[in-house]
C-alpha cells in the first residue's frame, strides 16, 4: 500500500516544488508559508482519522483540531488576499 501512495504523490510533489521555484514572489511572506504548513498538517490529521476510523471511533479532539485548522486556514486565505 505504501508503494501505491509514494507512486501516487510522487509526480504531485514535483508539480508543487516545481510551481513553487517558478514563481518565488508570489511565496515570498512568511504569512504564506504558515498557511501552507498548516494545510499540510489538516492534510496529515484527515489521513490519520481516516486510518484511525478503521479501527474504532476517532477521538473527539481529532475534530476540534479540524474545525480550529480549518477556521485558521480561512483566516490566513483571507488577510493574504488583502494583502
Same mark, same amino acid.
Given at each position: 500500500m505504501s508503494w501505491v501512495l509514494l507512486i501516487a504523490l510522487f509526480p504531485v510533489a514535483i508539480g508543487v516544488a516545481r510551481w513553487v521555484v517558478d !514563481?518565488?514572489?508570489d511565496h515570498s511572506g512568511p504569512l504564506y508559508w504558515v498557511a501552507v504548513l498548516l494545510t499540510f498538517i489538516l +492534510?496529515? +490529521?484527515a489521513m490519520y482519522m481516516? !486510518?484511525?476510523e478503521k479501527q474504532g471511533p476517532i477521538p473527539t479532539w481529532c475534530w476540534i483540531a479540524v474545525a480550529a485548522l480549518f477556521a485558521v486556514i480561512v483566516v490566513l486565505r483571507r488577510l +493574504?488576499?488583502?494583502r
Amino acid at each position: 500500500m505504501s508503494w501505491v501512495l509514494l507512486i501516487a504523490l510522487f509526480p504531485v510533489a514535483i508539480g508543487v516544488a516545481r510551481w513553487v521555484v517558478d !514563481r518565488p514572489e508570489d511565496h515570498s511572506g512568511p504569512l504564506y508559508w504558515v498557511a501552507v504548513l498548516l494545510t499540510f498538517i489538516l +492534510l496529515g +490529521l484527515a489521513m490519520y482519522m481516516a !486510518r484511525v476510523e478503521k479501527q474504532g471511533p476517532i477521538p473527539t479532539w481529532c475534530w476540534i483540531a479540524v474545525a480550529a485548522l480549518f477556521a485558521v486556514i480561512v483566516v490566513l486565505r483571507r488577510l +493574504l488576499k488583502w494583502r
